[in-house]
């Protein structure tokens, strides 16, 4: 899958600095995996930690049809890290029963050491698309608990 992804971003975003992607760690779980991070957070055997415990700075990580693109952030900001989701979407084959095509759907956040998310504005748009907000924070929201209990059985 990452592979198809940055083919898209190769032909839809060349503006894109495909070497984020490139030079990231790709680490993918499976359901069992997964499940077992999850059993581990709801039992308690798996205590959050900051956000900024976490050494991997740089890295992509993958479940199911979702990648998270993970960077430490290294501004001024109060994020420990920025991130940009893609989710790979039949949305062209909404428009067009003919063009069955995937495609990728992006949302960029960053969140704080206690794991608060704030969206960020994306270049990477569907065409004709419009954003909406409300259900791209319900994503992140979903998705968090699991890019958290991830980060934090990483962490040092």
């Known amino acids: 899958m990452l592979d198809k992804l940055i083919e898209y971003i ?10 984020a992607y490139l030079d990231a760690k ?20 798996l205590p959050a930690t900051p956000a900024s415990n976490c050494g991997a700075s740089h890295f992509i990580f993958h479940f199911g049809s979702t990648l998270i693109l993970v960077q430490k952030d290294t501004t001024d900001s109060s994020a420990a890290f920025t991130a940009e989701l893609a989710w790979e979407t039949d949305f062209l084959s909404v428009r ?18 206690d794991y608060q998310v704030t969206l ?34 990483i962490s040092d």
């Not at 999850?38 to 055997?45: F, I, Q, T, Y």
């Not at 990477?124 to 958290?148: R, S």
């Open 10 to 19: 190769k032909n839809n975003h060349p503006e894109s600095d495909i070497n």
């Open 26 to 45: 790709y680490i993918q779980l499976n359901n069992a995996q997964l499940k077992q991070i999850a059993d581990a957070l709801e039992r308690g055997d």
């Open 96 to 113: 067009s029963v003919r063009d069955k095509a995937k495609g990728f759907y992006f949302i960029n956040f960053e969140f704080d050491d």
């Open 120 to 153: 960020l504005e994306t270049q990477k748009i569907i065409e004709g698309h419009v954003n909406n907000t409300e259900k791209n924070q319900a994503i992140v929201d979903k998705l968090m608990p699991v890019l958290k209990g991830f980060m934090t059985a």
